[in-house]
C-alpha cells in the first residue's frame, strides 16, 4: 500500500532496483532466501512492526560480507547523513524511522521508503512522486494538530456497561487498593476513585505483591479476578499468594459468562464451573475465608455450602471487605451477578424473565447534585437540560434494571412496578405515499474505496461494516474490513474500516490509510473529531455523513456539568472535509420519531451515505445484506431507506413527525 501510494507500481519498481521481500517465518529466518534477495543491493530496509526480530537476523546473515558487497541494513533507525554506513552523531536512536512501540501504518512505511530512495538517488519524476505524497503526509499531519486543539479533548473511553456487576464488586473501602487483571474489570484502571491499579498477565493477578509486600508497610492489597481467567489459569495466582503466606483478598467476580469473546456461558460447563466447585477449590489450596456476595442471596438456599461459608446481599459488600482485609493470609470473596450483557441477550430470547420494575427520576424533585452516579457508576443515568438547570434521566433504552442507583438517599427516584416506557410511535406515513427518491450514481471503484465507520460500541457500528462486506460479496467484488472494537464494545470508541474494489488484487492494506477516506459515516461526533478518524480524511475527496446527537460520555459519571463538544466536533470534520462534503443532523431523534426506537439510526445513517452516491455498491445488495443479516429485516431495511430521503430531503422528513407530534396533541 505504502509503494502504491507512492506511485512506485511494479514497472517503476523494477526500473529502479527496489526489490520486495514477503518473509512469511520470522524466526528462525531462512538463511538462503535472505542471501539470494540480499545480492546486488546497496540498501535493504526492513518493515516489521515491534521489535527487531527480522532486522537483526539480516544483519547476521550478512555481517560477513565484503564491505563493498555487503548492503546498508536499516530498520527502526536512520543511517544519518554519514556515508558508508557509519554514523554521523552519537546517538543512533536520534533518527527514528520506524517506531517501534505500536503499529506502522502505511504513511509511516510511505515516508521512510521516500526519505531512503532519494538519499539513494532517483529520477526527477519519480522524486516528485514521492515528495507529492510525503509533503501530503506532513500537510495532514500538521493540520490534525490544529483540528484537535478545535475540537477539544472529549473522548469515549470504554467504561462498564449500564448494570454491569463490576461497577459494584471493583469498590474498595476507604484505605485500600486493589491489582487489576485480565477481563472488562480492567476498565476500572481508569476509573476514578476505585484506587485500583497493575496489570498482569492471564494467571499473575495479584503475584506482584508477593514480591511488594516485604518492602513496604502496606499490610494488605485486594485483588480482581475473573472467572473465566479463575478457570484458565487464575487458580495458579490464588495457590501462589498461599503458598507465598501474603495478606491479599481475592474477589473473584463471578458473571457467568466471558463478556469480551462473546458471552460464552461458563457456569453450566460440565466439566464444572460453578460457585460450588470454586469454593471447594480454593479451600481446598488453603484459603483463609470464603464467603459469596450477590444481588441475589436467596438463590443460595438449601445449597451444599461447605463449613464457614457465608452468603451476603451486595450491600454488605463494603463491611465485608473490611473485615476480609484484617484476615491474614489469603482470602477470597465471590461476587456473583450476572454479566449485564448477558442479562440483555437472554432476556431479548426469552430465556431469563424480564423484571416488571423500571426505575425513574422525577425531574421537579431531582436537584442535578449527581449522587445516582456515584452510587451506580452507571451510564444510563443521563443529563436532563430543563429551565430550572440541568437535571437526570434514566435511559430506558439502555437501562438493565441492576437498581444500584437506588443505593443513594435520593427522593427525586421513583420505581414503578408492571408498567412500560412510552416509546414514539413509528410514522403512521407510508412508503408509497411520499413521492420516490431519486437514485444517485454509485460510484466505480477500479482502487480500493475506503469507507470508515466511527461511532460508539454496542450501538452496531460494527455491524454496518459486515452489511457492506456481505454486498461487496454478493456482487463479487473484493473487500476487506478490519474493526476496531476490543474494550469499545463497553461505551467506548468504535471503528468499522471497509475497503471495497471492483478487483481484490487492487486492496492491500486492511486500514483504510491516512487522507485515503472516500467517506466517513459518522454516527457519533465525539468519534467522529477523535485523532483516528480525522487521519483518514482528505479535504477534496472525503465526504462525512455526521449525526449529530449528542449522546453522553463515561466523563458525565464523575463530572455532573460535562457538556456534549457537539459544536467543537462539528467545526472539526467541517475544517477537514469542506463544508460542502459534510451532511449534519440528528439522525438518532429522526430514527426515534420514525422508527420508534434508537438502535435504527446507524442504517438509517448507511441510507444516507449510500444516497449520497458514497458507497461503490447497488441498492439491491445492501438491501440483501440486511435481509441475510436476519435481524429487524425490515426495520433496517426501512431505517435504510428513510436515511436516502434524509440525504434527499431532510425538512420534508423533519416535517413529517412534527406534523404528527402536533396532530396528537390535538387529539
Not at 469473546?261 to 460457585?275: N, Y
Not at 470508515?452 to 459486515?466: E, F, L, R, S
Not at 469499545?488 to 492491500?508: E, F, P, R
Not at 467517506?519 to 465526504?543: F, P, Q, S, W, Y
Request: net charge negative; hydrophobic share 40%; charged share 20%.
Amino acid at each position: 500500500q505504502a509503494l502504491h501510494d507512492l506511485g512506485l507500481d511494479d514497472a517503476t519498481c523494477r526500473r529502479i532496483g527496489l526489490r520486495l521481500h514477503k518473509v512469511n517465518v520470522v524466526w528462525p529466518l531462512e538463511a538462503q532466501t535472505t542471501r539470494a534477495f540480499a545480492q546486488g543491493l546497496q540498501e535493504i530496509l526492513v518493515v516489521e512492526e515491534k521489535r527487531q526480530i527480522i532486522e537483526y537476523q539480516v544483519k547476521e546473515e550478512l555481517y560477513n560480507w565484503r564491505p563493498d558487497v555487503r548492503p546498508n541494513v536499516l530498520g527502526k533507525f536512520d543511517a544519518g547523513d554519514a556515508d558508508g554506513g557509519e554514523w554521523s552523531v552519537p546517538n543512533p536512536s536520534e533518527h527514528w524511522l520506524l517506531r517501534p512501540q505500536a503499529d506502522l501504518t502505511p504513511a509511516l512505511i510511505a515516508r521512510a521508503i521516500a526519505k531512503r530512495l532519494k538519499r539513494l538517488g532517483v529520477d526527477a519524476d519519480i522524486a516528485v512522486r514521492l515528495d507529492a505524497r510525503v509533503a501530503l503526509i506532513e500537510a495532514k499531519e500538521r493540520a490534525l494538530a490544529h483540528e484537535l486543539t478545535t475540537a477539544g479533548s472529549a473522548e469515549r473511553t470504554p467504561w462498564f456497561c449500564s448494570g454491569c456487576p463490576h461497577n459494584t464488586s471493583t469498590k474498595v473501602p476507604e484505605g485500600s487498593r486493589a491489582m487489576a487483571g485480565i477481563g472488562c474489570h480492567y476498565m476500572v484502571n481508569w476509573m476514578p476513585g476505585r484506587r485500583t491499579a497493575t496489570f498482569t498477565q492471564m494467571g499473575g493477578e495479584g503475584v506482584p505483591w508477593v514480591g511488594q509486600a516485604p518492602f513496604t508497610t502496606e499490610t494488605h492489597v485486594f485483588a480482581n479476578l475473573g472467572d473465566g481467567t479463575y478457570f484458565h489459569s487464575g487458580l495458579l495466582a490464588i495457590r501462589q499468594s498461599i503458598a507465598a503466606g501474603v495478606n491479599i483478598t481475592y474477589k473473584i467476580l463471578y458473571n457467568d459468562a466471558v463478556a469480551m469473546t462473546g458471552g460464552q456461558q461458563v457456569g453450566e460447563r460440565p466439566e464444572g464451573h460453578s460457585v460450588l466447585q470454586i469454593m471447594q477449590s480454593v479451600l481446598a489450596e488453603g484459603a483463609r475465608r470464603f464467603c459469596v456476595v450477590t444481588d441475589e442471596p436467596e438463590k443460595y438456599e438449601g445449597q451444599a455450602l461447605l463449613p464457614g461459608v457465608t452468603v451476603h446481599h451486595r450491600r454488605e459488600m463494603d463491611a465485608l471487605q473490611r473485615e476480609f482485609r484484617e484476615i491474614p493470609g489469603t482470602t477470597v470473596l465471590l461476587y456473583d451477578q450476572t454479566c449485564a450483557a448477558e442479562k440483555r441477550r437472554r432476556r431479548k430470547r426469552g430465556k431469563l424473565s424480564d423484571p416488571a420494575r423500571r426505575v425513574v427520576i422525577n425531574e421537579a424533585v431531582c436537584e442535578g447534585c449527581g449522587d445516582c452516579s456515584v452510587q451506580s457508576n452507571c451510564l444510563s443515568v443521563e443529563p436532563l437540560e430543563t429551565e430550572l438547570g440541568r437535571k437526570r434521566r434514566i435511559n430506558q433504552s439502555t437501562c438493565n434494571k441492576d437498581y444500584s442507583c437506588l443505593e443513594g438517599f435520593c427522593p427525586s427516584f421513583v420505581t414503578v412496578e408492571g408498567g412500560q416506557p412510552k416509546k414514539p410511535a413509528p410514522c403512521a406515513v407510508a412508503e408509497p405515499a411520499l413521492p420516490p427518491v431519486p437514485e444517485p450514481q454509485v460510484p466505480a471503484a477500479p482502487q480500493a474505496w475506503g469507507i470508515v465507520v466511527a461511532g460508539v460500541g454496542g450501538t452496531g457500528v460494527i455491524t454496518i461494516g459486515q452489511l457492506l462486506g456481505m454486498a461487496a460479496h454478493l456482487e463479487g467484488k473484493g473487500v476487506i474490513t478490519q474493526d476496531a472494537a476490543g474494550l469499545a464494545q463497553k461505551g467506548g470508541a468504535t471503528w468499522s474500516h471497509i475497503q471495497i474494489a471492483d478487483d481484490a488484487d487492487h486492496l492491500y492494506a486492511t486500514k483504510v490509510g491516512t487522507a485515503e477516506a472516500d467517506l466517513v459515516i459518522a454516527c457519533d461526533a465525539i468519534v467522529a473529531a477523535n485523532k483516528a478518524t480525522l487521519a483518514v480524511l482528505r479535504e477534496g475527496r472525503t465526504h462525512v455523513a455526521l449525526n449529530t446527537h449528542g449522546t453522553p460520555t463515561a466523563a458525565f459519571v464523575h463530572q455532573p456539568d460535562w457538556r456534549f463538544p457537539a459544536q467543537a466536533c462539528e467545526q472539526a470534520l467541517r475544517q477537514a472535509v469542506g463544508p460542502e462534503h459534510l451532511l449534519a443532523f440528528d439522525a438518532e431523534r429522526v430514527a426515534v420519531q420514525l422508527l420508534g426506537d434508537s438502535i435504527y439510526t446507524n442504517p438509517l445513517m448507511l441510507g444516507v451515505a449510500w444516497q449520497m452516491g458514497r458507497v461503490p455498491l447497488s441498492r439491491e445488495a445492501i438491501l440483501r445484506a440486511i435481509e441475510l443479516n436476519g435481524v429487524q429485516v425490515e426495520r433496517n431495511r426501512a431505517a435504510f431507506e428513510w436515511g436516502r430521503r434524509c440525504a434527499h430531503d431532510l425538512a420534508s422528513v423533519e416535517a413529517l413527525f412534527v406534523t404528527q407530534q402536533v396532530i396528537e396533541v390535538i387529539q
